[in-house]
């Protein structure tokens, strides 16, 4: 099956930049929020990425009115309904997502893929929640999705060849490279990159050094763009401890376990870039 629609769900910072690459690549994308001021405030930050580029000269014009020519934005899922993609990128709830997908399965043409964007949920459940479990299945853009080459394509126990096979080939005709991955939490990137970020903390927390010198020693020592606590604050403690948990839980491993002092930062509001302040202060 050839994807020749697509439909985004959320148009936050995940969602509105699957459904940038998606119009850009020449695919008319159908965005669903929960309301119209969400909508509009995404759709609004489409627009303004998109003026960037021509900005900086890497798309004309024409191009950029192209693209956003081919979205359209909604706050009813049933306007989904010719989709032949459906991505689904909302809060990292499991029930949440559960209902998500068992309405997408009454409103969806039987031949449509249902995918999550989901980097920790349990894909088998969403598609256990419809009449189409082979076709339901994951695909983990990263953030900024414009600017990340990857997307993991998270195959359940329940996902047939022919849905991966299309999702793939999608993937790839938007400038993505994809890699597979089985349905087991946090995937392959958070399942190495977790692990990682928690023991900087707990390094950290141990007093060997300060963090601008474990953020230079991972950058310079590894080669990595930037230090565990630059990333940290870019990604989001609050998120981090999140996949941290789900994990743990998983997995019952001392290493998933969110160190002490992550949970005392999001506690005290110090989210990372977002609030103003994280493990480095972002106030001026």
């Known amino acids: 099956m050839a994807i020749k629609q697509v439909g985004v769900i959320g148009c936050g910072l995940m969602g509105s930049g699957i459904a940038q690459v998606s119009a850009q690549a020449g695919f008319p994308t159908v965005v669903i929020e929960a309301n119209q001021a969400f909508l509009d405030k995404g759709l ?29 934005g909604s706050v009813h899922l049933e ?42 949920c349990n894909v088998t459940a969403m598609a256990a929640a419809t009449r189409r479990p082979g076709q339901v299945l994951g695909l983990h853009f990263f953030n900024p ?13 329940l996902t047939d060849d022919a849905s991966v096979k299309t999702a793939y080939e999608w993937v790839q005709a938007v400038g993505k490279v994809p890699v597979l ?3 087991s939490t946090a995937f392959i990137v958070n399942r190495l990159l977790v692990p990682y970020l928690l023991d900087a903390i707990r390094v950290y927390e141990g007093g060997l050094a300060t963090l601008e010198d474990i953020d230079q020693a991972m950058k310079l020592g590894c080669g990595y763009p930037m230090g565990p606590f630059t990333l940290l604050d870019l990604v989001g403690l609050d998120t981090t401890m999140f996949v941290a948990e789900v994990m743990f839980e998983e997995f019952r491993e001392p290493r998933y376990a969110p160190p002490p002092l992550l949970k005392r930062m999001v506690m005290a509001g110090r989210l990372g870039r977002k609030s103003g302040r994280g493990f480095y202060d972002y106030s001026k």
């Open 44 to 72: 609004g930050g489409i627009r303004k990425t998109l003026d960037g580029l021509v900005a900086k000269a890497r798309i004309d014009e024409r191009a950029r009115d192209e693209t956003f020519g081919r979205l359209k």
């Open 79 to 120: 306007d989904l309904k010719d989709c032949d993609l459906v991505i689904e990128a909302i809060t990292e709830n499991q029930t949440v997502k559960n209902e998500t997908f068992a309405k997408l399965d009454a409103i969806c043409r039987p031949h449509a893929l249902l995918a999550s964007n989901t980097s920790s």
């Open 145 to 157: 999705v414009p600017l990340m080459k990857l997307v993991e394509v998270v195959r359940s126990i």
């Open 181 to 183: 991955a089985k349905d």
